[in-house]
C-alpha cells in the first residue's frame, strides 16, 4: 500500500516512520511530504531513501492512506485536499478532533466508530489518550462521574525545540527558548495558552476529548497540565470517581487484562510506572492504584506512556492497521 507521511522530518513524523516499520505496517511505496523547506531532503525507511515531496505532488502520488503531523494550520488547509482526492487521512494535529462531523479515535475505546465514509480521521492529544486507554475498562465496569487529573509532561511534547532548550540549559548553553521559562531544575504549570476560563488549552483538551472518544458527556474531567525536564514519557496522576464501589483486586484483573495496558503495580517491590520504562513502548503502563479514602467509589492511579509512540505515532497507525483489518484501506 502507498502510505504518505505529511510532516514527514518532525519529530512525530520521524516517529511515523519508525513505528509504521516496527510494525510492518503493508507498505509498498512511501511518500514522505513535507513544508517547502524540507522538500528534496531525504528519509530513509526501512533501509531505502526516498526524496521529500511538496503537497500537491504527495497528492498526485495518490497514497491510499496520508498520515499527517505537520501542524493544525497544515491540516485545515491541506487534508480536506488529500481526501476530496480520495486519499484517507489520519491527522495528529488538534485541527478536526472537536470536529463533530469527524471521529477522534483511540483504537482501544473507538475504533468501532470508524467507517469507509471516514476521510479524515482525527488523533487526539497525547496527554488524553493515554488517560482514556486506562480509563475506558474502568468505565466500562465501574461508571465513572469524575476525573481528576495532574499531568507531567515531557518536552518532546512540545517539539524539537524545546529539547534542545532543555539540553543547552543542562550544558550552560546558549539557545532558542520553546518556553517563556527555564525548563530545566524546573517545572511549568503551563501547557498550551490560557483560555479565557482560566485553564490551558491543553487542560480542555483533556476535558473534551475525553468526554468524545469515551462517547459519555456524563464524565466530569478536570485538569492541570505540567511541563517537566524529562525528554521523552508523559506521567499522569489520576483520581477518577466511581458510580459504584470497586475492589482494588478486580480493578487490576480488570486493567491487567485491558487492551493496550501493562499493569506495573508492586509497592513492595517499588515497581511503578516511570517515563524510562515506557520509552520506545507502544503500551499505557498503570500502576500506584491505591482506593481514595476521602471519598467513596474513588481510585487513585498514575498512568505513564511514551508521547511520541501511543501519545501519536503509535496510535496514529494503529488507527491505519484497523482501517486495513476492516478492507476499508
Ligand atoms: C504536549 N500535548 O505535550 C502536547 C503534544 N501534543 O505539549
Same mark, same amino acid.
Given at each position: 500500500?502507498?502510505?504518505?507521511?505529511?510532516?514527514?522530518?518532525?519529530?512525530?513524523?520521524?516517529?511515523?516512520?519508525?513505528?509504521?516499520?516496527?510494525?510492518?505496517?503493508?507498505?509498498?511505496?512511501?511518500?514522505?511530504?513535507?513544508?517547502?523547506?524540507?522538500?528534496?531532503?531525504?528519509?530513509?525507511?526501512?533501509?531505502?531513501?526516498?526524496?521529500?515531496?511538496?503537497?500537491?505532488?504527495?497528492?498526485?502520488?495518490?497514497?491510499?492512506?496520508?498520515?499527517?503531523?505537520?501542524?493544525?494550520?497544515?491540516?485545515?488547509?491541506?487534508?480536506?485536499?488529500?481526501?476530496? /482526492?480520495?486519499?484517507?487521512?489520519?491527522? +495528529?494535529?488538534?485541527?478536526?478532533?472537536?470536529?463533530?462531523?469527524?471521529?477522534?479515535?483511540?483504537?482501544?475505546?473507538?475504533?468501532?466508530?470508524?467507517?469507509?465514509?471516514?476521510?479524515?480521521?482525527?488523533?487526539? +492529544?497525547?496527554?488524553?489518550?493515554?488517560?482514556?486507554?486506562?480509563?475506558?475498562?474502568?468505565?466500562?465496569?465501574?461508571?465513572?462521574?469524575?476525573?481528576?487529573?495532574?499531568?507531567?509532561?515531557?518536552?518532546?511534547?512540545?517539539?524539537?525545540?524545546?529539547?534542545?532548550?532543555?539540553?543547552?540549559?543542562?550544558?550552560?548553553?546558549?539557545?532558542?527558548? /520553546?518556553?517563556?521559562?527555564?525548563?530545566?531544575?524546573?517545572?511549568?504549570?503551563?501547557?498550551?495558552?490560557?483560555?479565557?476560563?482560566?485553564?490551558?488549552?491543553?487542560?480542555?483538551?483533556?476535558?473534551?476529548?475525553?468526554?468524545?472518544?469515551?462517547?459519555?458527556?456524563?464524565?466530569?474531567?478536570?485538569?492541570?497540565?505540567?511541563?517537566?525536564?524529562?525528554?521523552?514519557?508523559?506521567?499522569?496522576?489520576?483520581?477518577?470517581?466511581?458510580? +459504584?464501589?470497586?475492589?482494588?483486586?478486580?480493578?487490576?484483573?480488570?486493567?491487567?487484562?485491558?487492551?493496550?495496558?501493562?499493569?506495573?503495580?508492586?509497592?513492595?517491590?517499588?515497581?511503578?510506572?516511570?517515563?524510562?520504562?515506557?520509552?520506545?513502548?507502544?503500551?499505557?503502563?498503570?500502576?500506584?492504584?491505591?482506593?481514595?479514602?476521602?471519598?467513596? +467509589?474513588?481510585?487513585?492511579?498514575?498512568?505513564?506512556?511514551?508521547?511520541?509512540?501511543?501519545? /501519536?505515532?503509535?496510535?496514529?497507525?494503529?488507527?491505519?492497521?484497523?482501517?486495513?483489518?476492516?478492507?476499508?484501506?
Amino acid at each position: 500500500m502507498k502510505v504518505a507521511v505529511v510532516g514527514a522530518t518532525g519529530l512525530v513524523g520521524t516517529k511515523m516512520l519508525q513505528v509504521l516499520a516496527e510494525r510492518n505496517f503493508p507498505v509498498t511505496e512511501l511518500v514522505p511530504v513535507a513544508s517547502e523547506r524540507s522538500v528534496g531532503k531525504e528519509v530513509e525507511f526501512k533501509g531505502k531513501k526516498y526524496k521529500v515531496v511538496g503537497m500537491e505532488e504527495g497528492i498526485a502520488a495518490k497514497p491510499a492512506v496520508a498520515i499527517f503531523s505537520a501542524g493544525g494550520s497544515t491540516s485545515t488547509e491541506w487534508a480536506p485536499k488529500f481526501a476530496d /482526492a480520495g486519499i484517507y487521512v489520519i491527522d +495528529n494535529s488538534s485541527a478536526w478532533r472537536m470536529d463533530p462531523t469527524k471521529k477522534l479515535v483511540v483504537p482501544e475505546v473507538n475504533a468501532s466508530v470508524l467507517t469507509k465514509e471516514d476521510m479524515i480521521i482525527a488523533n487526539p +492529544n497525547c496527554s488524553t489518550i493515554q488517560m482514556v486507554v486506562a480509563l475506558q475498562p474502568l468505565h466500562q465496569r465501574y461508571k465513572i462521574k469524575r476525573v481528576v487529573v495532574s499531568t507531567y509532561q515531557s518536552v518532546t511534547g512540545t517539539g524539537k525545540k524545546a529539547v534542545d532548550q532543555l539540553f543547552n540549559e543542562r550544558k550552560g548553553a546558549e539557545g532558542e527558548m /520553546a518556553y517563556k521559562y527555564q525548563i530545566d531544575l524546573n517545572v511549568i504549570p503551563q501547557i498550551d495558552v490560557f483560555l479565557d476560563n482560566g485553564y490551558t488549552k491543553e487542560e480542555m483538551k483533556m476535558v473534551k476529548e475525553t468526554n468524545k472518544i469515551m462517547g459519555d458527556d456524563s464524565i466530569r474531567v478536570t485538569a492541570t497540565t505540567v511541563r517537566i525536564p524529562v525528554v521523552g514519557g508523559h506521567s499522569e496522576s489520576v483520581n477518577v470517581e466511581f458510580a +459504584n464501589d470497586f475492589d482494588l483486586a478486580e480493578v487490576k484483573d480488570i486493567l491487567s487484562k485491558a487492551p493496550g495496558v501493562i499493569v506495573q503495580d508492586d509497592p513492595s517491590a517499588q515497581l511503578y510506572p516511570m517515563p524510562m520504562w515506557a520509552h520506545e513502548k507502544d503500551e499505557v503502563f498503570v500502576g500506584r492504584l491505591r482506593r481514595d479514602e476521602t471519598q467513596p +467509589n474513588t481510585l487513585n492511579m498514575w498512568i505513564v506512556s511514551d508521547n511520541l509512540r501511543k501519545g /501519536a505515532a503509535t496510535n496514529a497507525v494503529q488507527i491505519a492497521e484497523y482501517l486495513q483489518q476492516q478492507g476499508i484501506l
